[in-house]
């Protein structure tokens, strides 16, 4: 089997909802206080660039095509954005350069695309992040635009994923707005917003505004850049840490092998759960490549698995917002479909059985 990446969602996550675990594995939702009051929208982290350098790599690369903003959903890419909103990604899934959204859980990793090599100082600084990174784009807003306002599901500390920006080419007139708070970046720092509130982006200006956005994991390094006194505010326990993968040998993957029924709700990796009862859909664990990946029940490979140690994986380029561990002990084998926000965690269990059974 050779993987082949499918397109998959990326709608907003409702506000306010956790899930916990249940006996039979089924999900409970709860509603939450507001977690984030009193933390700020955004804030400067211990991170300043020199400005001249970002902008002459970025004016360099004007010679290349800037594609219009497109976002990622659980149906594959979306429309084109309709304002004037051009994107040149450094980073993305597969190293794909067409690419300008940000990806999500799939079959393909991130890696650079061709475009990172014409920027030897931007790459200087994407190294020197604590994190993991993800995709990276510079995103050009042109002179007059302006999005509309939108939350960018689970993004943010309880899903351990952080977009960070670096304003490279400004203007007084170039904002960031979030929950109501309106910002002016300046170049050459290195930013946090809290991009899971309502937000949106504006440029008055008379020319383009160019931000070098960066998606990364969640690490205790990354945390340590952030003022002291959004770190004051933080409610630490929930927070989502990334966890760096760990090395299978050939007998475990061939342990891995199996079928099972899962969750309706598993694989739409970026919804939550509203704990609405669905029937179960067939699904199983295969080796593709050398890789354990999560097939649906005809066999289609839906994300890679990556292992983050005691035999629980995270899908391909997301988070351990979701999570699977073949669990091989009494009273007998299962796979157990875990979902997390924070401190909040539900974990579904099913049997499994050998590969053979679901064969045509």
């Known amino acids: 089997m050779t993987l082949?990446?499918?397109?998959?969602?990326m709608p907003h996550a409702p506000e306010g909802r956790a899930m916990t675990h249940a006996p039979e594995g089924r999900a409970v939702t709860a509603v939450l206080p507001d977690a984030d009051a009193g933390i700020p929208t955004a804030v400067p982290l211990d991170r300043a660039y020199d400005a001249d350098r970002l902008a002459t790599e970025a004016l360099a690369l004007r010679e290349f095509t800037w594609r219009a903003q497109r976002a990622y959903g659980q149906d594959g890419l979306?429309?084109?954005?309709?304002?004037?909103w051009r994107i040149l990604s450094l980073r993305s899934p597969g190293g794909d350069p067409g690419r300008t959204d940000p990806g999500g859980a799939g079959l393909l990793p991130h890696a650079d695309t061709p475009y990172l090599a014409h920027t030897p100082y931007i790459a200087e600084v994407l190294a020197g992040i604590p994190a993991p990174l993800r995709a990276v784009r510079l995103m050009a807003l042109g002179a007059g635009a302006r999005c509309h306002e939108h939350?960018?599901?689970?993004?943010?500390?309880p899903w351990g994923a952080m977009r960070l920006h670096v304003p490279v080419i400004t203007n007084p007139g170039a904002v960031v707005v979030i929950g109501g708070e309106e910002r002016h970046w300046d170049a050459g720092r290195l930013w946090f917003g809290d991009f899971d509130r309502l937000h949106y982006v504006r440029n008055d200006g008379d020319e383009a505004r160019v931000h070098l956005v960066i998606d990364v994991g969640l690490t205790p390094e990354?945390?340590?850049l952030f003022p002291?006194?959004?770190?004051?505010?933080?409610?630490?326990?929930?927070?989502?840490?990334a966890q760096p993968p760990k090395p299978l040998g050939q007998a475990?993957?061939?342990a891995l092998?199996?079928?099972?029924?899962?969750?309706a709700a598993f694989p739409d990796w970026s919804e939550e759960d509203d704990g609405t009862p669905r029937p179960d859909v067939p699904g199983s664990v295969r080796v593709a490549d050398g890789r354990p990946v999560l097939c649906g029940g005809d066999g289609e490979p839906l994300f890679a698995l990556v292992h983050i140690g005691s035999g629980e994986f995270r899908f391909e380029g997301w988070t351990e917002e979701r999570t699977v561990q073949i669990d091989p002990g009494e009273p007998g084998p299962c796979a157990r479909f875990r979902v997390r926000r924070g401190t909040s965690l539900t974990e579904y269990v099913r049997p499994v059985r050998p590969l053979q059974e679901d064969a045509r």
């Open 4 to 9: 082949a990446p499918k397109g998959r969602a």
């Open 78 to 84: 979306a429309s084109e954005a309709t304002i004037d």
């Open 151 to 157: 939350r960018d599901g689970k993004c943010g500390y």
């Open 222 to 224: 990354l945390l340590a």
């Open 228 to 241: 002291e006194d959004f770190r004051d505010r933080l409610p630490w326990r929930d927070v989502l840490y």
């Open 252 to 254: 475990d993957l061939d």
């Open 257 to 263: 092998t199996c079928a099972f029924d899962m969750p």
